[in-house]
Structures are given as C-alpha cells and as structure tokens.
C-alpha cells in the first residue's frame, strides 16, 4: 500500500497528465487562448498544486457531469452524441490537436464555466469552438456558458475569416517560441484570472 495521502496521489497524477503533452504538438488551446500566457506557459509551467484549485476542478467536474449525463439518456432523448472527440490538423507546419466536448445531432459544442455568463462569447472560445467545427466539417458550433448566475448558449456558423485568424495566430505562436520572445499582450477581460498577470506586467521584452 502507498504511504501517502490522496492530495499527494492527485499531485503526481497531475504531473503524469502533464507531460502527456507531445513537443512536436500544439493544443488548440494554447492557439485559442492568449498567445502571451501560451508562451509562458511553455517557458514557466505551472505546479500540480495551482491545477488543484477549486475553479479548475470544478470546470473540469461540469464538463464530465453533462457529458456523462447526456451519455447516460441519449436513448429516452432520442439523441445522436459524440463526447470528446478527438481533432487533429496540421497548420502552418505544426500539428494541433484537442478534444472537442459534445458533438450534438452534427452540431459542435464546447462547454465553459465562468463566474458570470458574458455578454458575448469570448473570442479564445470562438476561435476554440470554430476550429473544432472547421476541421470536423460542420457548419454550426455553440458555447455554452455555465456560471454562478445562470446559463447561455450562443451558436454561430463555422466562418473562413476566423479559421484564418487561427492560422495567423499559430504563425505568431511559432515565431515567438523560436525567437525566445514573448508574443504581444492581449487584453481580455479573462487577464485578471491569469495566474501570469505579475509575470505580463513585468515583461518588458516588447516595450
């Protein structure tokens, strides 16, 4: 029997999944997201101990909690769902891969938890959600948002002018990461949760 706690046994679970992450593969949220925390990212990787707090947790708790119970029904709902589905394309040299949440009757959907449903989606999930739609072959993608106060469900058509926004962003990514320097900052109402925002503001690499 292992001589160690639960909290200690999630820890190194956490470091396992984390190096699960290929060197020759971006996800796609490390293109959807800002391309500056990315960087970070690479270059100063988070301890299990941050992956372990409640709001992490709790994203990932939801996602599983519908998708399981969507699963669980789909018969008496009549519905045809697809959970996790893999996605993987090659763009401007670098494979990207991810796992889209739900495929609904040939509808793609990603959930999303957040303290208060936005008022319009958020672009790094556009550009998340689009992507997976794109490369799956579907016309139409949704964001649900999930929050303390409530939920929304935005759709939109798979568009051409955000896959490019896409493409352009991977170029930017993989120029920043050969070249040693942090890509532009990005200002999204998502900075005042980012666990680099000390690291951003002190960054003068740009300025």
Not at 148 to 153: K, L, S
């Amino acid at each position: 029997m292992v001589d160690e706690g639960l909290v200690d046994i999630l820890l190194r679970a956490i470091e396992l999944e984390n190096r699960e992450h290929p060197h020759d593969t971006l996800w796609v949220t490390d293109i959807a997201q800002c391309l500056r925390k990315t960087y970070y990212q690479f270059r100063y990787p988070l301890k299990p101990e941050y992956q372990l707090r409640r709001p992490l947790v709790m994203g990932k708790a939801i996602h599983l909690w519908i998708e399981n119970l969507l699963v669980r029904h789909r018969g008496e709902l009549g519905i045809d769902i697809r959970t996790e589905v893999e996605v993987m394309a090659r763009v401007e040299g670098v494979v990207v891969r991810g796992l889209a949440d739900i495929v609904l009757d040939n509808v793609l959907y990603e959930i999303k938890t957040a303290r208060r449903v936005p008022v319009k989606p958020y672009l790094e999930h556009i550009l998340q959600a689009c992507f997976y739609a794109y490369v799956l072959g579907m016309n139409k993608y949704c964001i649900l948002y999930i929050s303390d106060n409530g939920y929304r469900e935005y759709c939109m058509e798979t568009d051409n002018g955000t896959i490019n926004i896409f493409r352009e962003r991977v170029k930017i990514l993989k120029q920043s990461m050969e070249n040693n320097t942090p890509p532009p900052r990005e200002k999204s109402p998502l900075c005042s949760y980012c666990p680099y925002k000390r690291l951003c503001s002190r960054d003068k690499t740009l300025f």
